[in-house]
C-alpha cells in the first residue's frame, strides 16, 4: 500500500500530518516492529481521516506509518503536540541502520530534541530522497496524537501557532488572579478565595497538563505534575462549588440545588484521590460526569438567584453557559463525534479565559453592589440613631406612666388588703363577739350563720384571686394543656354555686353535651367559669337565670355564661375588656367585688389560646363566652 509522502519546502517549513500518516491500531499492545514489518499486518494500516489522530481511552497501542522529504536546507524535525502521552518510540532507518528513540511523559529521560509542550525527535532528512519513520504510541489518557514535521525553521513557526492562544490566556490569568487577591485582601469576602482556588487549579489543567507547560518546571515537579495533573479538574471543582453556593446565595434561594453540589462535591474529592491513587481512567470518567453535571446546577442556580432579584448572576449565567458549551464541545470532538483539529486544543483555554473573566466581572458588579448597600447601611444607621433619639423620651413617657400604672395597681391591692377584706373580718369579729356574749335571738343567730357564711366565702375568693393575679405578674403560673372534659367540669362548678343562686332564687342551668372535650390548662379553665359564674350571680336579680354551655364553632368549642342581670354600656365592656385599669362594681343585692376576677379570666383564656368576649345591652343580660380548641 503507497504512503503519501509530505515535503517540507523552504515556503511551508512545518506541515500537519495527521492525514498523511497510515494508522494501525494494536489492541493486544503485543505487537513488535518486526511484527508489523510483516505484509500481513501493512495491510492494516488506514490513512488517518483527520488533522489530528485520535483513539479516545485506548489500553492498547497505535502504530503511524509516515514518509516525507526535506529539500530544504537543515535538520528535520518530527513534532507531537501534546505532552500526556505516556510513551512514544520513534523508528526510523539512517541507510541501513535501524535507529530507535524512546520518549514519553512517563520515560526517563523524555529525550526531547526540543525542551517544549509536546516530544521532539530529530530526523536525517537526505533532500529530496524519502524519509519513512513508525511511531508506537502508548498512554492511560485519552489517545490523542497531533503530528508535525518541521524544518528547523518551521520548529519555531509551528510553536508559535501553537501556543500563542496560551500565552495570551496566562497573561490573562495572571493579571485576574492578583487583581482579585488584592480586593480580598480589602474586602475580605471568602468568594474571593474560593474564586482564587478555582482559577489556579483551572489554569493549571490547562497549561500545565493539556498543554504541557509543565516542563518549565524542574524534572521531579515537571513529572509529578505530568503525572498527577488530570487531577486539577476535580480539584478546581473543589473550589468552584463553595465559590457558586457563595456568590449565589444558594443556601438560601436554592437550597435544594446546594445539597445536589454538596454531593458532586463528594464526587471531585474522589476524583482528586483517585488520582493521587493513579487510578486514571476512574478519574477521568468522574471528571467527565462532573464537569457536565455541575456547570448545568451552576447555570439553575444562576437562574434561580437571578429571579430572586440578584442582578450578579446574569454575569455568572453567561459565564458557565459559555464554559458548559466549551465543555460539551470539547467532550463531542474527544470521543470522536466531530473531526478533531488543531483549533480542538485552544478550545478550553479560550473558554475558561472568557468565563474566568465574566466571573471575575461578576464579583466586581458584586463589590459595588456591597458598597452601596454598606452605604444605604451607614445611613440607615444614621436614621436609626435619630429615630432612637425621638423614641428616648417617648419611651420614658411610657416608662414613666406604667410606673404610675403599677403604683396604681399596688394601690388598688392596698385598697383591697385594706378595706375589702378588713370590712368583712371586722364584721366577722363583731357577730362572734355577739355571739359569744349571747346578745343574739334564734332568728338573728340564722341570719347571722348566713352572714358568716358569706363573708368567709367573700374573703377566700378574694385572696385566692389576689394570689393567682399576683403569680400572672410574675409569670410563675405555667399553662399545661391537657384534655378536659367540659360536662364534668361544668358540673362541678354549677354544684359549688348552687347554694349561692338557691340564695337569690337564681335558676342555674348546664346545657353541655356529653364527650365535648377542649384543650386547656384544667385548673385555669376552671378558676376562669368560677369566676363568669360568681360574676353572673353577683350581676342576676332575684329569679334570674344563668347558663353555663357550649356550642360548637369552625375554630373549636365556644363556651360560654350568660345571665338574665343588669346588663353592661358599650363603655362598660370597653373599659373590662380593653381596660388597663383593674375596674369593680356592686352587684344586685350591693355584693362587693375587687375586679381581679375578670381580670384573672382575660389572662387564663389568652394562655390557652382564646380570648374572652362580651355580649350585652343594659337591662338585657350579659353574655360572656370565648373558643379554646377542640381535643381531637
Known amino acids: 500500500m503507497g504512503i ?37 499486518y501493512q495491510q492494516r494500516f488506514s490513512q488517518g481521516l483527520q488533522e489530528i489522530g485520535a483513539f479516545g481511552l485506548f489500553n492498547g497501542a497505535v502504530w503511524a506509518h509516515g514518509s516525507f522529504s526535506s529539500p530544504a536546507p537543515g535538520k528535520a524535525y518530527l513534532l507531537i503536540e501534546f505532552s500526556n502521552i505516556d510513551s512514544i518510540t520513534l523508528y526510523y532507518y539512517d541507510g541501513p541502520a535501524l ?153 438560601e434561594y436554592a437550597p435544594r440545588l446546594t445539597r445536589l453540589l454538596a454531593m458532586f462535591f463528594i464526587v471531585a474529592a474522589a476524583a482528586v484521590i483517585c488520582c493521587l491513587a493513579g487510578w486514571r481512567h476512574a478519574t477521568i470518567r468522574m471528571q467527565e460526569v462532573i464537569s457536565i453535571a455541575v456547570p448545568v446546577l451552576f447555570i439553575s442556580m444562576a437562574v434561580v438567584s437571578y429571579r430572586q432579584g440578584y442582578k450578579p448572576a446574569v454575569y455568572f449565567l453567561v459565564a458557565w453557559t459559555l464554559l458548559l458549551g466549551t465543555i460539551m464541545l470539547f467532550t463531542v470532538i474527544n470521543i470522536g463525534l466531530l473531526p478533531l483539529k488543531n483549533w480542538y486544543f485552544h478550545i478550553l483555554p479560550v473558554g475558561s479565559a472568557v468565563e474566568v473573566i465574566l466571573l471575575s466581572l461578576a464579583l466586581g458588579y458584586r463589590y459595588s453592589l456591597l458598597k452601596k448597600e454598606k452605604m444605604a447601611e451607614t445611613e440607615s444607621k444614621m436614621n436609626f440613631i435619630r429615630d432612637q433619639n425621638e423614641l428616648l423620651e417617648k419611651k420614658v413617657d411610657e416608662r414613666t406612666h406604667a410606673l404610675k400604672e403599677s403604683n396604681r395597681v399596688k394601690d388598688k391591692l392596698l385598697g383591697i388588703i385594706s378595706h375589702d377584706l378588713r370590712t368583712p373580718l371586722n364584721n366577722l369579729s363583731g357577730l362572734l363577739e355577739l355571739s359569744e356574749k349571747k346578745a343574739l335571738s334564734a332568728g338573728e343567730i340564722q341570719h347571722f350563720s348566713q352572714t358568716v357564711r358569706q363573708n368567709i366565702k367573700y374573703i377566700a375568693g378574694t385572696i385566692q384571686n389576689m394570689l393567682n393575679w399576683s403569680l400572672t405578674q410574675m409569670e410563675r403560673i405555667e399553662t399545661r394543656p391537657r384534655k378536659v372534659d367540659l360536662d364534668a367540669l361544668a358540673y362541678l362548678v354549677v354544684d359549688i354555686y348552687r347554694f349561692a343562686a338557691d340564695q337569690k332564687a337564681i335558676l342555674l342551668r348546664k346545657p353541655m353535651p356529653e364527650a365535648v372535650a377542649v384543650k386547656a390548662d384544667y385548673h385555669q379553665l376552671e378558676l376562669v367559669l368560677r369566676n363568669l359564674v360568681d360574676n353572673a350571680i353577683k350581676f342576676t336579680s332575684q329569679g334570674g337565670i344563668i347558663t353555663l354551655g357550649c356550642r360548637p364553632v369552625d375554630e373549636g368549642v365556644e363556651i360560654y355564661v350568660s345571665d338574665t342581670g343588669k346588663g353592661m354600656s358599650v363603655e362598660e365592656i370597653q373599659r373590662l375588656l380593653y381596660g388597663n385599669n383593674i375596674y369593680s362594681t356592686e352587684g344586685t343585692d350591693d355584693e362587693r367585688g375587687t375586679g381581679l376576677g375578670l381580670q384573672l379570666c382575660k389572662e387564663f383564656i389568652a394562655n390557652n389560646g382564646g380570648v374572652l368576649r362580651i355580649n350585652s345591652k343594659p337591662g338585657k343580660g350579659t353574655e360572656f363566652y370565648f373558643v379554646l380548641p377542640r381535643w381531637e
Not at 4 to 26: E, V
Not at 231 to 236: E, R, T
Open 4 to 40: 503519501p509522502s509530505i515535503q517540507l519546502t523552504t515556503g511551508r517549513p512545518y506541515q500537519k500530518a495527521g492525514q498523511q500518516i497510515m494508522w494501525f491500531a494494536d489492541s493486544s499492545a503485543q505487537l513488535s516492529f518486526s511484527d508489523i514489518q510483516q505484509a500481513g
Open 99 to 251: 535507529k530507535s528513540i524512546t520518549s514519553g511523559s512517563r520515560v526517563v529521560p523524555r529525550n526531547n530534541v526540543w525542551n517544549l509542550p509536546g516530544f521532539s525527535f530529530e530526523l536525517p532528512a537526505f533532500g529530496d530522497r524519502q524519509q519513512e519513520f513508525w511511531l508506537r504510541i502508548r498512554t492511560g489518557n485519552a489517545m490523542i496524537v497531533p503530528v508535525t514535521l518541521a524544518t528547523e525553521k518551521g520548529v519555531w513557526q509551528a510553536l508559535g501557532g501553537m501556543y500563542v492562544v496560551e500565552l495570551i490566556y496566562f497573561g490573562i490569568v495572571i493579571a485576574l488572579f492578583f487583581y482579585n487577591l488584592s480586593l480580598f485582601a480589602w474586602i475580605r469576602d471568602r468568594s474571593y478565595i474560593f474564586y482564587l482556588g478555582y482559577l489556579f487549579f483551572l489554569a493549571a489543567f490547562v497549561l500545565l497538563y493539556l498543554r504541557g507547560f509543565h516542563v518549565v518546571f524542574p524534572e521531579p515537579v515537571s513529572r509529578a505534575l505530568n503525572l498527577y495533573g488530570i487531577g486539577f479538574v476535580g480539584a478546581s471543582y473543589l473550589f468552584a462549588i463553595p465559590f457558586s453556593v457563595s456568590f449565589l446565595k444558594g443556601r
